[in-house]
Nanobody, 123 residues
């Protein structure tokens, strides 16, 4: 089992940047593909980005391609989400998630979730 704790959220003006971090504890971090998802108020949770165990494969939602970058530091048991050129529509609670089964954009593939961190983009 793995525990996940996110940090780095906040309020940022349109066009600004934030970097989210997610620290994992418990089982070996390199057993898991990692993903970031977000859920805006009144909407379903949606995929944002994913990264494979050793970082060789990444995938992004079309809405964030070219603006967001996912990365991981296995020595620090941490996955990051660098968010640039933020827009008001990026406002959501961002959660990191871990999957032992397969690299995926599907939230049902992820068995472990953090509590989330709020990101608010103001216009």
């Amino acid at each position: 089992q793995v525990q996940l704790v996110e940090s780095g959220g906040g309020l940022v003006q349109a066009g600004g940047s934030l970097r989210l971090s997610c620290v994992a504890s418990g089982r070996t971090f390199t057993s898991y593909d990692m993903g970031w998802f977000r859920q805006a108020l009144g909407k379903e949770r949606e995929f944002v980005a994913a990264i494979s165990v050793y970082g060789s494969i990444t995938n992004y939602a079309d809405s964030v391609k070219g603006r967001f970058t996912i990365s991981r530091n296995n020595a620090r048991n941490t996955v990051y989400l660098q968010m640039n050129n933020l827009k008001p529509e990026d406002t959501a609670v961002y959660c990191c998630a871990a999957s032992r089964t397969r690299f995926s954009t599907d939230r049902t593939s992820y068995g472990y979730w953090g509590q989330g961190t709020q990101v608010t983009g103001s216009s």
